[in-house]
C-alpha cells in the first residue's frame, strides 16, 4: 500500500542520495555522508547506480535563462575504464565550465561544470552535444573566449571544427609532463622556463628550448 516492493531496503530518495554523494566522494564516503543515521557499504552505492541505468548528456536540466560568460573552458580527455562484460573500453569525458573557484571547504571546485561522456559514442556526436548545449546555455555573442584543452589528441582538437570561434590550449597536467621531459638533461633550466611560461614570454622560452636542444646531443650522443 505504500509503494514498498518485496525485500526492497531503501527507497528512492536515499538512494537518489547516494548517487549524488558519489558524484564527489568516494563510494565509502557516500555511504556515510548520505544519512546520519544509518551507514551502507560502498558495494550498495555501486549498487545503486548501476540500477539507475544509462543517463544520457541531455538529460540534465538546462538553465532557464541563458547564461553570461566572458570565457568559456572545454577540456577533454580520455581514460580505459574495466567494463562489466567485456574487455576495457576507451571512455571519451568533455567537461564545459567556467573556471575554477576557491569554496569554503578549502579546495578548488568547476564553476558552472557540465559533463558529456558516452562508451559508444563517436566523438562526432559527442562534440555535437556540447556545441547544443553551448548554443542553449549560453550567450554565445557575449563570450570573448572559448579554450579547448587536452593532451593533443586528434579527436580532442576535432572540436574546434564544432565550436566556433574556439582556441586549442594544451592543458596544465600534459604541459608540466613535456616541460620535465624537455629539460630532463639539463635540470638547470626547468625553473626558468617555468617562469617564462608563467609570464608569457614566448622568446624566452623559444630560446630556452634552442638551448636545450642544442646541448641534447652532447648529454645524449647518437651511435656512430
Same mark, same amino acid.
Given at each position: 500500500? /505504500?509503494?514498498?516492493?518485496?525485500?526492497?531496503? $531503501?527507497? !528512492?530518495?536515499?538512494?537518489?542520495?547516494?548517487?549524488?554523494?558519489?558524484?564527489?566522494?568516494?563510494?565509502?564516503? &557516500?555511504?556515510?555522508?548520505?544519512?546520519?543515521?544509518?551507514? /551502507?557499504?560502498?558495494?550498495?552505492?555501486?549498487? &545503486?547506480?548501476?540500477?539507475?541505468?544509462?543517463?544520457?548528456?541531455?538529460?540534465?536540466?538546462?538553465?532557464?535563462?541563458? %547564461? *553570461?560568460? =566572458?570565457?568559456?573552458?572545454? *577540456?577533454?580527455?580520455?581514460?580505459?575504464?574495466?567494463?562489466?562484460?567485456?574487455?576495457?573500453?576507451?571512455?571519451?569525458?568533455?567537461?564545459?565550465?567556467?573556471?575554477?573557484?576557491?569554496?569554503?571547504?578549502?579546495?578548488?571546485?568547476?564553476?558552472?561544470?557540465?559533463?558529456?561522456?558516452?562508451?559508444? $559514442?563517436?566523438?562526432?556526436?559527442?562534440?555535437?552535444?556540447?556545441?547544443?548545449?553551448?548554443?542553449?546555455?549560453?550567450?554565445?555573442? +557575449?563570450?570573448? +573566449?572559448?579554450?579547448?584543452?587536452?593532451?593533443?589528441?586528434?579527436?580532442?582538437?576535432?572540436? !574546434?571544427?564544432?565550436? =566556433?570561434?574556439?582556441?586549442? /590550449?594544451?592543458?596544465?597536467?600534459?604541459?608540466? %609532463?613535456?616541460? =620535465?621531459?624537455?629539460?630532463?638533461?639539463?635540470?638547470?633550466?626547468?625553473?626558468?622556463?617555468?617562469?617564462?611560461?608563467?609570464?608569457?614570454?614566448?622568446?624566452?622560452?623559444?630560446? /630556452?628550448?634552442?638551448?636545450?636542444?642544442?646541448?641534447?646531443?652532447?648529454?645524449?650522443?647518437?651511435?656512430?
Amino acid at each position: 500500500m /505504500v509503494g514498498i516492493e518485496p525485500y526492497e531496503r $531503501m527507497d !528512492l530518495s536515499y538512494q537518489a542520495e547516494l548517487i549524488k554523494e558519489s558524484i564527489d566522494n568516494s563510494y565509502h564516503k &557516500s555511504g556515510i555522508r548520505a544519512s546520519s543515521n544509518t551507514q /551502507v557499504t560502498k558495494q550498495t552505492v555501486l549498487n &545503486s547506480i548501476r540500477r539507475l541505468g544509462n543517463v544520457e548528456n541531455s538529460d540534465a536540466k538546462l538553465p532557464t535563462k541563458k %547564461k *553570461e560568460a =566572458k570565457v568559456i573552458y572545454i *577540456e577533454a580527455d580520455e581514460d580505459h575504464v574495466a567494463m562489466q562484460h567485456e574487455k576495457n573500453k576507451e571512455i571519451k569525458l568533455i567537461y564545459v565550465h567556467e573556471g575554477r573557484i576557491f569554496n569554503f571547504k578549502g579546495r578548488y571546485e568547476l564553476r558552472n561544470k557540465r559533463y558529456f561522456t558516452g562508451s559508444l $559514442m563517436d566523438s562526432e556526436d559527442l562534440w555535437l552535444e556540447v556545441a547544443d548545449y553551448l548554443e542553449e546555455a549560453y550567450e554565445l555573442d +557575449k563570450v570573448e +573566449k572559448k579554450y579547448i584543452s587536452g593532451d593533443g589528441a586528434s579527436w580532442i582538437k576535432e572540436g !574546434l571544427n564544432w565550436i =566556433k570561434g574556439s582556441e586549442y /590550449v594544451l592543458d596544465y597536467f600534459h604541459l608540466s %609532463k613535456y616541460v =620535465k621531459v624537455a629539460t630532463a638533461h639539463m635540470p638547470q633550466t626547468f625553473t626558468p622556463l617555468w617562469n617564462y611560461i608563467n609570464r608569457h614570454n614566448k622568446a624566452q622560452v623559444r630560446q /630556452v628550448f634552442h638551448h636545450t636542444r642544442g646541448n641534447y646531443k652532447y648529454y645524449f650522443p647518437t651511435k656512430s
